[in-house]
Every structure is written in C-alpha cells, then in structure tokens.
C-alpha cells in the first residue's frame, strides 16, 4: 500500500483566516513532504521532515507553519495567506529521506 | 543551480507506438532518479525510479540512465491514449542534503 491522504480536498479562505492542511501515511516512512504546485509548473518543495524534525525549509514565508506531531502526520497551518498562495498544495511521503517520494492526491487552495 | 532539463513537448504519437521522454541533469553528484506521470488536475504518480547506470523495466516502461552523460529517459512501449499526460523527471542528490528537483515536465499526447 502506498497511500498518503491529505484532508481537504479543496479550501477556500479569505486573507484574514487561519486554516490547517492534514496529510497522513501508514507506510512507517521516516521522511514526510509538502511541497506547492501550480498549474502547468513543476511541484516546488516547501518543507521536509525526516524522522519527525524540520530536515529543509526552502525559504518559505512564515504564514505557511508545518507541524509533524508524530511519524504519520503532517500539518501545514495557513495564516494571513495572499491570492497568489491559491494552489495545489501535496503532501508527500518516502521510507528515507532521498528514496522514491509517494504523493497524496492534493489540497487545492483558494484565498479570496 | 542544480537543473533538470526537459523538453516541455507536446510529444505527440499514435497508439501503439514507443514513446521516448527525455531528461538531462546538471548535478553529477546526484543519486536518484524518478518518473512521475501527472493527469491534468491531479497529483505526480510514480511510476518508475532508477538508482544505477543501464535499464530499468516495468511492464509497458523502461527507464534508461547514463550518468556519464548525466542523462535519464523514459520508454513508454505500446502506448496508450490513457498515457496521455505530463511526465516529470526528478533527480536527487540526498548524500548532500539537497531536495528532489524537478523538471519543468514533457506532455505527451498518444492519438488514437
């Protein structure tokens, strides 16, 4: 099984709120992903976690926050988000850092 | 900058023919090397990965890589019109601590 979920599939929110971004893998993998996509570009990484600490953070701006409370989750907290942060936002998983990356399905953002 | 080259295509060819996708890399340190196809609105899927110089086969796909060229390809053997996608071609370099990059991607469109 190489299944990450990510809850929601789809958010909308204004520039004011704070949401959060879930994904979740049960295949024991030690390093977890999230990266940014928009349409017709490659994936852009945002973060990784290996063995639950923050191993790369690629300069992004501080209203993304990831959180990884355990070996399977990761959280991605929003706050004060701009429209040009509307995108699909994946969340990904590999056994080790620098193994094959397992993607989930997606979160597609929109800030109003 | 590390780069990943792709020609973005479109790469166009009849059903049931060979479909050849290609990648170049700037990195000759890197270690890993994947394939991922994306359905238009959906997340990369993996499909194949490569870690030593030659062939790689799995079904229908064959990964080829050749790092004294530093070049990495993709055969799509038999293809299909639900092969018909963008493939991205990613390339890691883990012993430095660096993250999966990405090319830009090749759309490949298999005609009936």
């Known amino acids: 099984d190489t299944e990450v979920t990510q809850t929601p599939k789809h958010l909308v929110m204004g520039m004011t709120n704070k949401k959060s971004l879930k994904c979740e893998q049960h295949m024991g993998h030690r390093a977890m992903y999230w990266y940014k996509q928009k349409a017709k570009k490659p994936p852009e990484l945002m973060f990784v976690?290996?063995?639950?600490?923050?191993?790369i953070n690629e300069s992004v701006p501080s209203r993304f926050s990831p959180e990884c409370p355990n070996s399977s989750l990761l959280n991605l907290h929003l706050h004060a988000l701009q429209p040009e942060d509307s995108a699909l936002y994946l969340c990904?998983?590999?056994?080790?850092?620098?193994?094959?990356?397992?993607f989930g399905p997606g979160t597609r953002l929109t800030v109003t | 900058q590390k780069e990943v080259e792709q020609n973005s295509g479109p790469l166009s060819v009849p059903e049931g023919a060979i479909a050849s996708l290609n990648c170049t890399y700037s990195?000759?340190?890197?270690?890993?090397f994947f394939w991922y196809r994306q359905y238009s609105g959906k997340s990369p899927e993996l499909i194949m990965f490569i870690y030593s110089n030659g062939d790689k086969e799995d079904g229908r796909f064959t990964a080829q890589l050749n790092k004294a060229s530093q070049y990495v390809s993709l055969l799509i053997r038999d293809s299909q019109p639900s092969d018909s996608a963008t493939y991205l071609c990613a390339v890691n370099n883990w012993q430095a601590g660096t993250a999966l990059i990405f090319g830009k991607g090749t759309t490949l469109s298999v005609s009936s």
């Open positions: 990195d000759r340190g890197s270690q890993s």
């Open positions: 976690y290996s063995y639950e600490k923050l191993s």
């Open positions: 990904a998983s590999s056994q080790e850092q620098g193994a094959e990356q397992y």
